[in-house]
């Protein structure tokens, strides 16, 4: 839960923290952006066939950060929703990878904000090299009558995505087979997959104005400086 800021002296803690957890994490924070994204009502959830809430909404952030091992600026999103209730009362429905109200409700403005969501959040932590990401590794399923995230039972007996690329290559999967390319064995490592300005620019656009650098601001002077400072 977000610690709301009243006084100087309860902001400095809250930065002090955040600043704290950051060093010990050896992540950096470059920059932050907002999008509010109001959500159409959804499909009636109570008994007279009103909608719970008369506004229901999403604050996106879209957070930049610098972590030491990394050749570039990692990016990382995630969201509040929250709900408006009759009452007048506001409900804080948590903070996470909350994209499903955006890809069953969404228009599409933010059916796009959801395709750049999926497709690099935490571009440092890729588990195919660029060869298996353009071959389309993690979109092949284990069963085909099935999308690729739903949570099954895996040949092997174990439980999760559908995904080949979960499933051990001694089990007809792709986890550690080896890239046909470079040889790299796909989820042997977490690999650093850089970020077109165009994408950062796309999102820029979306946020509200920037309380500090923009994403592509930050990511500029993120490599010009050298990622030492
Ligand atoms: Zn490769």
Same mark, same amino acid.
Do not use: L, Q, V
């Given at each position: 839960m977000r610690k709301e800021i009243v006084d100087a002296k309860t902001a400095k803690t809250v930065l002090g923290e955040a600043a704290r957890a950051a060093q010990v994490s050896g992540d950096r924070m470059l920059t932050k952006r907002y999008i509010h994204v109001s959500l159409p009502l959804g499909e009636a959830k109570q008994q007279d066939g %009103? !909608? %719970?809430?008369?506004r229901h909404w999403l604050v996106v952030e879209i957070g930049l950060t610098g972590r030491n091992n990394l050749e570039g600026p990692e990016l990382s999103i995630c969201a509040t929703e929250y709900g408006k209730l009759r009452n007048g009362r506001t409900e804080d429905l948590g903070t996470g990878q909350h994209r499903e109200p955006l890809r069953e409700r969404g228009g599409t403005a933010q059916l796009r904000l959801l395709e750049l969501w999926e497709r690099w959040h935490l571009n440092g932590l890729r588990a195919g090299c660029e060869h298996q990401r353009a071959g389309g590794w993690d979109k092949r399923p284990i069963y085909p009558d099935k999308p690729t995230s739903a949570y099954v039972r895996h040949p092997d007996r174990s439980n999760g995505w559908n995904m080949l690329t979960w499933l051990p290559v001694e089990h007809g999967g792709l986890l550690s087979a080896p890239c046909p390319t470079c040889g790299y064995k796909y989820g042997s490592q977490w690999l650093y997959e850089a970020i077109p300005t165009e994408v950062l620019a796309e999102l820029d656009a979306m !946020?509200? =104005? =920037?309380?500090?650098?923009?994403l592509v601001q930050a990511a500029d002077q993120y490599q010009q400086k050298g990622r030492t400072q």
């Open positions: %009103r !909608s %719970r809430y008369i !946020s509200g =104005p =920037p309380e500090a650098k923009t």
